[in-house]
């Protein structure tokens, strides 16, 4: 089962988990390719990068999917873009908390939030972003 198979404001644990695996492997591929672009000066500072940037990306993903899931189940409100919202502001203002910076957890809370509130409306409405070949 994905993420957009469980009802929203139930399976909370289930729907964190998904996020966080999304998170963290979000993580380890940009972990990866910030390591590959800018060469790290020992094999220790490279794990340390990599593994900040991970568990920051995982801690992100627990924060979206619990946030979300507890947004949903506190206002009785079943497909409803704002629990989404909510969900990208969490993970945007840890994000700032991370980066001790009040510029980037207010632009990541927006950020994040509308971009969430935009996949969840486009899921409901059937959006797509590819089509299919015309032959």
């Keep these: 089962m994905g993420y957009w198979d469980l009802q929203e404001g139930k399976d909370c644990v289930e729907k964190t988990w998904i996020t966080t695996k999304l998170g963290t492997a979000l993580g380890l591929v940009g972990s990866a390719y910030h390591i590959v672009a800018y060469k790290p000066e020992s094999l220790v500072a490279a ?15 627990a924060i979206f999917g619990m ?18 919202f909510l969900g990208g502001c969490a993970s945007g ?23 969430a509130f935009f996949t969840k409306v486009g899921k409901m409405e059937g959006w797509e972003l590819t089509t299919p070949p015309k032959v």
Aim: with cysteine.
């Design 47 to 61: 794990i340390q990068r990599g593994s900040n940037a991970t568990l920051t990306m995982a801690a992100m993903g």
């Design 67 to 84: 946030t979300t899931c507890l947004s949903a189940h506190a206002r009785d409100t079943q497909d409803d873009p704002v629990n989404y």
């Design 93 to 115: 203002v840890f994000l700032g908390a991370r980066t001790h910076s009040l510029a980037t957890g207010t632009s990541a809370c927006l950020g994040l939030g509308a971009v």
